[in-house]
């Protein structure tokens, strides 16, 4: 067992509470745009924006697409970023204690410069990998293995926080060990699929256990 240097956050549903935003205005999006997809916003939890119109909007044209693509990112530009519960602690005690930190999201530059000022996260994190770097989203592991390529360092040294489908599959085969939360999806759904499933990061000394165990 490597000992772990280094903790990688995806950022919607792990750092900020954005999943019932987002919920609710993609569900409407394939409603208005009746792709006829049920629970269109679980299908694409951990998908880029651009993966999204290739994958569901390319029947569309693509005047349309840019449109959808212009609706996403106004959207985007007005969200509101509630921290998930004890994740700044969390963050304060990792920095404290040395461990290396990474954000690994399929979010684009754009709202990730806004969110991390807003939370006051600016610097916080050794490595940053958002959509622009990004050629294949979420589940490929892609994104993990650029973050622990970038501060070189090998993947059985990282634990991911995720809350998807999408991102634990991501994590896991990337080689690192996947802590799941459940703040988008049900615990039980999550059970078997990350190495364990935490509901939030307001019990810290169990969070630093698991950490720490891993």
């Known amino acids: 067992m490597s000992k772990k240097t280094t903790i990688l956050f995806d950022f919607d549903g792990v750092i900020a509470d954005t999943e019932p935003q987002y919920d ?3 569900d409407a999006l394939g409603e208005k745009y009746n792709l006829g997809i049920e629970n269109f916003a679980l299908q694409v939890k951990g998908t880029t924006s651009p993966d999204i119109l290739k994958k ?5 044209s693509k005047k349309e697409q840019d449109i959808v693509g212009k ?3 106004e959207f985007e530009l007005k969200m509101d970023f509630p921290p998930v519960t004890g994740v700044m602690e969390f963050i304060d005690y990792l920095k404290s204690k040395g461990y290396k930190l ?5 979010s684009q530059d754009f709202k990730m410069e806004r969110a991390l000022s807003i939370m006051g996260l600016n610097k916080v994190f050794d490595v940053e990998v ?4 990004i050629t294949e989203g979420k589940p490929n592991p892609m994104c993990y293995l650029l973050a622990a390529k970038d501060l070189n360092i090998s993947p059985n040294e990282c634990i991911v926080f995720e809350d998807s489908f999408h991102g634990i599959k991501a994590g896991k085969d990337a080689g690192m060990y996947v802590v799941g939360l459940s703040t988008t999806i049900p615990a039980d759904q999550l059970e078997g699929k990350a190495d364990c499933v935490i509901p939030d990061f307001s019990d810290l000394n169990k969070v630093i256990e ?3 165990k891993a």
Not at 56 to 60: E, R, T, V
Not at 102 to 106: D, H, I, M
């Open 130 to 133: 958002t959509a622009a770097r």
């Open 56 to 60: 569901y909007f390319s029947h569309f």
């Open 210 to 212: 698991i950490i720490e």
């Open 71 to 73: 609706e996403l990112a």
């Open 24 to 26: 609710i205005y993609i």
């Open 102 to 106: 990474g954000l690994v999201t399929s």
